[in-house]
């Protein structure tokens, strides 16, 4: 089992920036792809960014998050920077073996973490 937990959400204004933490616990972390999603107010969960255990990458916000991680520290980061008001929503981190160079992740995760809200005001 993996556990994992989001910090670091809360409420910024439009053009601020928030990092994102998700620290894991349980089975090695450096065996998987951590991915970030996002589930806003009346719509479905969507991807935001992946990274595998050696540091590639893929994301859907080109330009403005960055994800990355510490292995040594368990320890996945969305760095958000200009944020929008349309990116309000709940953010979900999740593990699972796989990296897809595509980003294209669904549901099937193998482990999630609870989510933490970003609220972005103009």
């Known amino acids: 089992q993996v556990q994992l937990v989001e910090s670091g959400g809360g409420l910024v204004q439009a053009g601020g920036s928030l990092r994102l933490s998700c620290t894991a616990s349980?089975?090695?972390?450096?065996?998987?792809?951590m991915v970030w999603f996002r589930q806003a107010p009346g719509k479905e969960r969507e991807f935001v960014a992946a990274?595998?255990?050696?540091?590639d990458r893929a994301d859907s916000v080109k330009g403005r998050f960055t994800i990355s991680r510490d292995n040594a520290k368990n320890t996945v980061y969305l760095q958000m920077n200009s944020l929008k008001p349309e990116d309000t929503a709940v953010y979900y981190c999740?593990?699972?073996?796989?990296?897809?160079?595509?980003?294209?992740?669904?549901?099937?995760?193998?482990?999630w973490g609870k989510g933490t809200l970003v609220t972005v005001s103009l």
């Open positions: 349980g089975r090695t972390f450096s065996n998987y792809a």
């Open positions: 990274i595998s255990w050696s540091g």
């Open positions: 999740a593990a699972d073996r796989v990296f897809r160079s595509l980003g294209d992740y669904d549901d099937g995760m193998e482990y």
